[in-house]
T-cell receptor, first 115, second 116 residues
Framework: SQQGEEDPQALSIQEGENATMNCSYK?????LQWYRQNSGRGLVHLIL?????REKHSGRLRVTLDTSKKSSSLLITASRAADTASYFC???????????????FGQGTTLQVKP | NAGVTQTPKFRVLKTGQSMTLLCAQD?????MYWYRQDPGMGLRLIHY???????AKGEVPDGYNVSRLKKQNFLLGLESAAPSQTSVYFC???????????????FGNGTRLTVT
């Protein structure tokens, strides 16, 4: 069963604009991760935010987490053509208070940045 | 460091044929995983291993077998390929159990398999 769902499914913007992608999940989590996948390549880990954090930055990336709404957002500022990729959120399955060891991925948001 | 390397990159099989996908990692990671990625289905875990000599079933294990004879290698086998196994297969590894704070997944670049 899916844990994370990204929104929108697809996003097209001009270079220099900001891109915001959202992720909603269903159960309690202790962290949430974002990955990027370029066409024809494997996923690459971007950033991890813990459940006790509300916001985290890494370069042009800003991730927020609202555990009360069970949602997270990934903001890419000043986008570049090289940011064109699919972006996935992933959350660990939790049983009780334990990590099940299964990372559950959402369907992803496909971002196109036009030069 | 090469990271996670998958071979082959592409393969076409006929129904009923068998094949083995090889995954190798040079990061000394204990944990290794095989996923399949299909349009509209996202990434689904097939099998995983928590250390040399151990394997466990994931979400969609039927029709696949795995082996982890060496810590750095994780093999995925299809004994009798079916068209439903047409997919892109990704191998991944991690230092600690996936979902842990200090243990992001490292992915290979995938194997695109077509079964006709």
């Amino acid at each position: 069963s899916q844990q994370g769902e990204e929104d929108p499914q697809a996003l097209s913007i001009q270079e220099g604009e900001n891109a915001t992608m959202n992720c909603s999940y269903k159960t309690s989590i202790n962290n949430l991760q974002w990955y990027r996948q370029n066409s024809g390549r494997g996923l690459v880990h971007l950033i991890l935010i813990r459940s006790n954090e509300r916001e985290k930055h890494s370069g042009r990336l800003r991730v927020t987490l609202d555990t009360s709404k069970k949602s997270s957002s990934l903001l890419i500022t000043a986008s570049r053509a090289a940011d064109t990729a699919s972006y996935f959120c992933a959350t660990p399955g939790i049983m009780g208070s334990s990590n099940t060891g299964k990372l559950i991925f959402g369907q992803g948001t496909t971002l196109q940045v036009k030069p | 460091n090469a990271g996670v390397t998958q071979t082959p990159k592409f393969r076409v099989l006929k129904t009923g044929q068998s094949m083995t996908l090889l995954c190798a990692q040079d990061m000394n990671h204990e944990y290794m995983y095989w996923y399949r990625q299909d349009p509209g289905m996202g990434l689904r875990l097939i099998h995983y291993s928590v250390g040399e000599g151990t394997t466990a079933k994931g979400e969609v294990p039927d029709g696949y077998n795995v082996s982890r004879l060496k810590k750095q290698n994780f093999l995925l086998g299809l004994e009798s390929a079916a068209p439903s196994q047409t997919s892109v297969y990704f191998c991944a590894s991690s230092y600690n159990i996936q979902g842990s704070y200090n243990s992001p997944l490292h992915f290979g670049n995938g194997t695109r398999l077509t079964v006709t």
